[in-house]
Nanobody
Framework: QVQLVESGGGLVQTGGSLRLSCAIS????????MGWYRQAPGKQREMVAI???????HYTDSVKGRFTISRDNAKNTVFLQMNSLKPEDTAGYYC?????????WGQGTQVTVSS
């Protein structure tokens, strides 16, 4: 099994920055890719950024150039650096592990960007 614990959310003003962390434990070898997703009230959960085991990254168009996903394999942690935050980035942010079989979600961390 894989367990994910997010941290780093909070309240920030427009234009500010936050760094989210996702601590990974358990059967790490079963993970194919890690990702960050977000869900705003009344909206569907959407992919924000993904990083594969080979280090290839993908971003949703609205965060390209502002957000960066990275990982520290030694610390079993995935990060999401968020810069130039906008009010529309306000959402619950969830860490996701795509496994060889199935997927695992963290409990989420709230990001609120004030205008």
């Amino acid at each position: 099994q894989v367990q994910l614990v997010e941290s780093g959310g909070g309240l920030v003003q427009t234009g500010g920055s936050l760094r989210l962390s996702c601590a990974i434990s358990g059967s790490i070898a079963s993970i194919n890719a890690m990702g960050w997703y977000r869900q705003a009230p009344g909206k569907q959960r959407e992919m924000v950024a993904i990083i594969t085991n080979s280090g290839i990254t993908h971003y949703t168009d609205s965060v390209k150039g502002r957000f960066t996903i990275s990982r520290d394999n030694a610390k079993n942690t995935v990060f999401l650096q968020m810069n130039s935050l906008k009010p529309e980035d306000t959402a619950g942010y969830y860490c996701n592990a795509a496994l060889q079989r199935g997927t695992v979600w963290g409990q989420g961390t709230q990001v609120t960007v004030s205008s």
